[in-house]
């Protein structure tokens, strides 16, 4: 197998998955900044949407998306279980993983795109800057939910880290760094958000 990386909260989404699993594959630096991801033969030969990461298999075919890369890869690498070991495990991983998705994921990174990200994405795609505000305001709603849904409980899915918590880490911790920081009102994603920043899968 071969893994496409790049910056960005997509991709560490799947390096913080493949880390806590302890797997490691040969990686492919995409020059996201560059444009590479958006220009053969990356988007004609890895992954036709233009996005990163993407994950080679052994037979030459291409998984792009982190949710199905990491669904993958928790199929052939089972040990260190992140998404579960029985049907209720995964159906509430992937229950929270796509409330966090639609809920503080989405608004967070458009958000970003259509304001401070807007000189790099707005010959890449189609951007909204009258609708910034609007989608970083909708993103700290969805903290806000949260923040009363993990009241007295270590991780977001229940009492195990998942991808979830993963998938939200890598969210968050970009949105620190773009003008979107957690507010401090939300105790417990913060405090969620500081035991996260201590693991060695973030900290290596």
């Known amino acids: 197998m071969k893994y496409y990386n790049s910056v960005g ?15 490691e594959i040969p990686e492919v630096m995409v020059d ?9 033969p990356y988007n004609v030969t890895v992954n036709p949407a233009g996005q ?9 075919s291409f998984l792009g998306e982190i949710i199905a890369i990491c669904e993958y890869l928790e199929e052939i690498f089972p040990e260190t279980p992140l998404i579960g070991t029985t049907p209720e ?14 809920k503080i994921c989405e608004p967070l ?7 401070e990200g807007l000189p790099l994405f707005e010959s890449r795609m189609r951007c909204l800057p009258e609708a910034a505000e609007g989608l970083k305001a909708v993103a700290q709603d969805g ?8 009241a007295g409980r270590d991780f977001i899915a229940g009492d195990r880290l998942t991808l979830a918590d993963l998938m939200l880490f890598a969210f968050l911790d970009f949105g620190a760094g773009v003008g979107q920081p957690i507010d401090p009102a939300h105790t417990h994603v913060a405090a969620w958000y500081e035991r996260m920043k201590a693991r060695p899968s973030i900290t290596n």
């Open 52 to 60: 990163t990461p993407a994950l080679e298999l052994d037979d030459g």
């Open 109 to 115: 990174t458009n958000g970003f795109r259509y304001a």
């Open 9 to 23: 909260p997509n991709p560490r989404v799947v390096t913080l998955f493949m880390a806590e699993k302890g797997i």
């Open 32 to 40: 996201l900044r560059g444009g590479e991801n958006r220009r053969p």
């Open 89 to 102: 495990e995964r159906a509430r991983t992937r229950m929270w993983t796509r409330r966090i998705d639609l």
């Open 143 to 150: 903290v806000a939910w949260l923040d009363a849904q993990i």
